[in-house]
């Protein structure tokens, strides 16, 4: 059973950094698909965060420049490092996985931590 808990979320102003971890267990990694999304009060979820299982990561065009995802060696943690944080980043942020082909089968979702950036 695959299993995803995220923390590492909190209050920052503008300006500041967060970094989120994404605790992962159940899964062969080289056979998902990971993913880092987040969703506001009223709008719609945004994936801003794409890694391929070759290590290929690809970043939504809001994040580019400003957050930086990662693994660690066992590929059992990713991480999402976050700067330059704004207001607009306020969210609750998800890591989910996906088995491949990377498209849109999400089918493990976390818990959510909360990241709100204040002016």
């Known amino acids: 059973q695959v299993q995803l808990v995220e923390s590492g979320g909190g209050s920052v102003q503008t300006g500041g950094s967060l970094r989120l971890s994404c605790a992962t267990s159940g899964y062969t990694s080289g056979r998902y698909c990971m993913g880092w999304f987040r969703q506001a009060p009223g709008k719609e979820r945004e994936r801003v965060v794409l890694?391929?299982?070759?290590?290929?990561?690809y970043y939504a065009d809001s994040v580019k420049g400003r957050f930086t995802s990662s693994q660690d060696n066992a590929k059992t943690t990713v991480y999402l490092q976050m700067n330059s944080l704004k207001p607009e980043d306020t969210a609750m942020y998800y890591c989910?996985?996906?088995?491949?082909?990377?498209?849109?089968?999400?089918?493990?979702w976390g818990q959510g931590t909360q990241v709100t950036v204040s002016p």
């Open positions: 989910a996985a996906e088995p491949i082909p990377c498209g849109s089968n999400w089918s493990y």
């Open positions: 890694i391929a299982p070759g290590g290929l990561v």
